[in-house]
Structures are given as structure tokens and as C-alpha cells.
């Protein structure tokens, strides 16, 4: 009975030493290749906002497909506007990123605007959305 007390003790240590290991190894999301690039995944596309542009300034995807921006900014505010798909999101200044999902539904350039003002160049913060028409 001792030597089984002592097992289960050790066995809860050893669990939460492995559990605190684990979340501080925790890997990131979206590592394998091949699960990224499934059709029931989004397509990931990460954007910089910095002053005054957005890095890439040009974002080419394909009509109907599901699209996850991962913005984050290299200074302060900024923020990610796309108004044919009732995209606006802020991006925090210290870098954590943001997504925003959508559904790139119509072939077309759209324009991507800087929607948090950010100083003196702020009006000239654009990019575009360029969605391709799907091959018929
Ligand atoms: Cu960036 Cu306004």
C-alpha cells in the first residue's frame, strides 16, 4: 500500500511537471505544410503595418477562397480596412497580431486602407487586395 501511495505521488508530480513543460513548449500553430495549404484551412497571409505602409502592399489571392490576414504592427496603432468585405480591424502597437478572416467572394482590386489614424502620413497608408478570378 505504501509503495503504491508513493507511485501515485510520484505519477501526479511527474503529470504536472509534464503539463508546465508543455505549455511553455508549446509549438506553433499551423506548422505542417501540407495541413496549411488544405482547402479547409484559410489561406494565411501575414501583413506588417508600419508608417506609413503596409508590407506586402499588394495582396494577391483567388476569388472564393477563405483568407486569414495576420496583422501586426512595427511601431505604433494602425489599423486594416477592406470595405468590400466589411473587414476593420485595429492593429495594436508592440507587435501582437491580429486576424482577420474573410471570404475573398468577388473577383476585383480592393483597396486596403489604414483605418486608425497614425500621424502625418496615415492618408497615404494603402495597399490592395487584389482577388483573381477563378478559372472557369
Ligand atoms: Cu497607419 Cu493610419
Partial sequence: MIVRLTFLGDSVAAAGTALLLGVA???PV?????????PAQPREIPIVASRFAFEPARVEVTEGERVRLVVSSADGVHGLEIKKFRVNKKVPRGGEPVTIDFVASA????PILC???C???HADMTGTLVVAAKGR
Fill in 107 to 110: 473577383p476585383g482590386e480592393y
Fill in 25 to 27: 513548449a508549446l509549438p
Fill in 30 to 38: 499551423q506548422q505542417d505544410p501540407a495541413a496549411a495549404s488544405a
Fill in 119 to 121: 500621424g502625418n502620413g
Fill in 115 to 117: 483605418s486608425e489614424y
